[in-house]
């Protein structure tokens, strides 16, 4: 559950939430600035990715956050003989 309260951590502005996390009650910070799979525990279904966890027995907490920039495809420059395909067509010719 929001707290409505938030921290800036690492850089990044993070929402405080509350929930039971192995059993115990723990108080936890998001940052929807950072993608979900970002988390020191695993995935946890949040709607950004997981900076710190903290409950009376366990503390978890990321230390540094490295962002690559995705390079655009208008950006990059193939071979002339490269054939674009999409995602579907190449499971199906991988399979082959």
């Not at 502005?13 to 950072?34: K, N, Q, R």
């Not at 979900?36 to 366990?58: Q, Y």
Request: glycine share 10%; charged share 25%; proline share 5%.
């Amino acid at each position: 559950m929001k707290t409505g309260k938030t921290q800036t951590i690492l850089g990044y502005t993070c929402i405080e939430f509350t929930c039971i996390f192995l059993g115990e009650e723990a108080t936890g910070w998001y940052s929807t600035g950072l993608p979900s799979v970002i988390s020191p525990v695993g995935p946890l279904g949040l709607p950004g990715g997981l900076i710190r966890l903290e409950s009376k027995k366990h503390k978890y907490s990321a230390i540094d956050i490295k962002m690559r920039v995705a390079i655009k495809e208008s950006e990059l420059q193939l071979p002339k003989d490269v054939i674009k395909t999409t995602q579907e067509e190449f499971n199906r010719i991988r399979i082959q």
